[in-house]
């Protein structure tokens, strides 16, 4: 039975990772609005960049991640499938030579 991706605590922690650095960039370009072209903005535009760059290692992170875990995944189902068609193989041939 497969799970809900809401279900996955990775899942749900990379949500709230991704709403977190967007609400920080959404504030800092609020805060430049606000503060407009006379202030130094220097601080928030390093801050913006900063959760950009974080973000994109946590989102790079994940996605290959997943992709390992599903490689991994499939591989140890084909296995499972392999090994459960060699005892069905080897239980008929064991049947043949008793006959």
Excluded at 57 to 74: C, M, N, P, S, T
């Amino acid at each position: 039975m497969e799970k809900s991706p809401l279900q996955s605590k990775k899942f749900v922690a990379f949500l709230v990772a991704e709403i977190t650095w967007k609400l920080i960039i959404l504030v800092c370009v609020l805060k430049l609005i606000q503060e407009g072209e006379g202030s130094n903005p220097l601080l928030l535009h390093w801050t913006m960049l900063t959760a950009v760059i974080i973000a994109g290692f946590i989102e790079a992170g994940f996605i290959g991640g997943q992709a390992w875990l599903d490689k991994y995944v499939r591989i140890a189902q084909m296995s499972h499938e392999g090994a459960v068609k060699l005892a069905k193989l080897t239980k008929i041939a064991s049947k043949e030579d008793d006959s």
